[in-house]
């Protein structure tokens, strides 16, 4: 029987989470439908859309942009969420558990799935994290849980990289006695193992004003799909470098695994994906 799936966005046309879902539907061998699901940019669209799709026997929905923090919302009101979701605070996944709606985050443990398969070390790693938007906000936990020691969050808006933290240790007690530091990028310098832009400036085709005393092993833009200045920078500096197509692939194999039950190889649909 054909399980229905679907990725709920604003805009939804460029997604590519359908063919990465069938390229996973492919190595599970089973029968799926995922399809893109545009919704306006409104709350009550949203619920309706998620109702509709659950009353009609779907199976699971992605939430992307700008959708994650009202799908937060809506499980909070009418269901359950997870402690990564929790600690997130926003949803990417969505599925009914015991007829409730349930919202997940695989959006961090995506990113530490790919890291992990680069073979990147992150067990005592001091990173680096610019940015302090929804990204930044998601990956933060699972990064601590895969073995950072120190996190520094860099952010244009200082306030929002501490309030950031703060919102954090109130939801997770225990990052109370993490190594969290916030700065301004301009101020962010010294040697990191890690170095991650979360900030959504690849889209502009802008440089962050990045020190000239900051430098790191291993950098990582969240951002896939064209030459990213970023990496240029640091690749520049000896950093071995990576694009974030495969924190793509490794939320959508996470969230494929909580629906279907199904392990996936997302390695290789990363490859796949790559040529
Ligand atoms: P938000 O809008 O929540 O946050 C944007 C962040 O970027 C803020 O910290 C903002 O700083 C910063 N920023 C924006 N413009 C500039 C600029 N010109 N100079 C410096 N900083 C800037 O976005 P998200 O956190 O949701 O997403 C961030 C990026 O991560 C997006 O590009 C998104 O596509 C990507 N992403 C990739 C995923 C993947 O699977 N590969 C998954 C999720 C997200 P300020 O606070 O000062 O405004």
Known sequence: MTQHFIVIGNPIAHSKSP????????????????????CPNDTSSFAAVVAAFFHGGGVGANVTVPFKQMAFDLCREQGGLSEHALAAGAVNTLMLRQGQLFGD????????HHLRALKWPLDQARIAIIGAGGAARGIVLPLLQAGAVSITIANRTLTKA?????ELSLVHPNLNSADLTSTAITALNGEYDLIINATSIGLTGEALPLSQALNSAYAYDMMYGRPLPFLQHFAALGAATSDGLGMLVGQAALSFERWTHHAVDSQAVLTALSH
């Open 162 to 166: 501490q309030q950031l933290i703060d």
């Open 19 to 38: 063919d990465i879902h069938q390229l996973f539907a492919q190595q599970a061998r089973i029968d799926i439908e995922y399809s893109r699901q545009y």
């Open 105 to 112: 985050n695989t959006d961090g443990q995506g990113l530490v």
